[in-house]
């Protein structure tokens, strides 16, 4: 039999063969503390398949996938033979027996009959013994995490003149605030506002703002939920969060993937979600580059992922990723944490080669490629490293003071970083 198939066939089988005995590929790792998050009695969709952990119970959520891949169609089969209801759950992965490639049901087997290029539906045991490696159940192809804290939502104190709403050099704005705190301190005034006024104001670009200083804010602070009055000098929520904005502005990054000069890959995007978010349990800053040098940056604090393998070639999985962040276009006096762009999360696809948990290269779905598409950077502000290579927040805006003016005890930052990478 083997000599009658085309090359095509017998690459699929060899690969299969692999699969099996070596187990590579088949069951890609996946970090025990992400795969204890699945829900073991459910099974669910994959690209290009489906997984069911039913027939491997007590097991963490392993299981088996039924899919398409290696040009041999399971899952369109296996549906076509009735699913659940005729065939059962899988009881084994894909594995070659007697020339052909078998996966068992509780309810039967589907054979591949290669020359005919379909499969077909047979008793269990007639095709004998499954060899143990095949019984072995699979890791959940799945993945989520979230952060131990959640980012507020605030505004991006826009820095020109162009855009309605509050900006930090306003004058009853948060920094003329704090300039009178100062001065009831007997220090003299420190003409922050002043200084943003002239140093980040960029009258006529619309978008440029402090959306960044505001997600790096989130990260690290704890919200300023109700107005302060210090020294006669009352600072409500936007006052406060805006002081925060302003001062975390000028943060450099503790780790960032992609940067200026190259974007980030979908494999070093997936890989920061599932060691950062997943396993560190710390937020990200996602920023986007739109037309030009236009840029938006959010808070992202949760993320679910899937995969699945594609249908033809081996070692190529098929991603969808949802990632939970939040929005920086909301009053400037809001308190709490509105999503963005909806509270369905936002869908980024793409591919994954290798193993999905150790990926060596990928590519962006084209669904990722426009406005907003997919972030160019990943990163995670240090406020211990801060104005490098430019002064970007006023030299005379005191962190100690804006604690004073917060009512805060507590070391710089509350929420540092502590990055274990």
Known sequence: MMAAMSKTAVRLIVSLLVLVVGLSGAAPSVLASQAAQTVESDDFEIPNGHFFPQAA???????????????????????????????????TRRYV?????VQLFQGGALRWLTSEGRADVIPSNQMGQPPAPSKVAEPPPRSSGDAERYPWSGWWWPANDLVGGPRLFDANGPLAKYDRYVETLGRGNPDTTRWERTEIRFASIQWAGHCNGAAAAA???????????????????????????????????????????????????HQALTNWLGEQRKGAVFTFRLAG????????YKYETVFGPDPLEPDVWHVRTVVWLVDNEVPANFVGARPWPSAEGKLFEYTLHGDPAQPTGGEWSRANQG???????????????RNIGRQLASPALDYSL???ILGRTDDLPVFAPRVGR
Do not use: C
């Open 57 to 91: 119970p007590g097991q963490k959520g392993a299981g088996y996938r039924v899919a398409n891949e290696l040009g041999i169609p399971f899952w369109d089969a296996y549906q076509d033979a009735g699913g659940v209801g005729t065939l059962g759950y899988p009881v």
């Open 97 to 101: 027996q007697q020339g052909s490639v």
């Open 219 to 269: 990260l690290l602070e704890p919200e300023p939920q109700e107005s302060r009055t210090v020294n006669g000098i009352t600072f409500g929520v936007a006052d406060l969060k805006g002081l925060l904005t302003s001062y975390h502005f000028a943060n450099a990054a503790a780790w960032a993937v992609g940067g200026e000069d190259v974007d980030a890959s979908p494999a070093d995007f």
């Open 293 to 300: 040098d236009e840029v938006w940056s959010y808070s992202a």
């Open 371 to 385: 406005r907003f598409g997919r972030p160019y950077m990943v990163w995670y502000p240090d406020p211990a490293r």
């Open 402 to 404: 804006i604690k004073q």
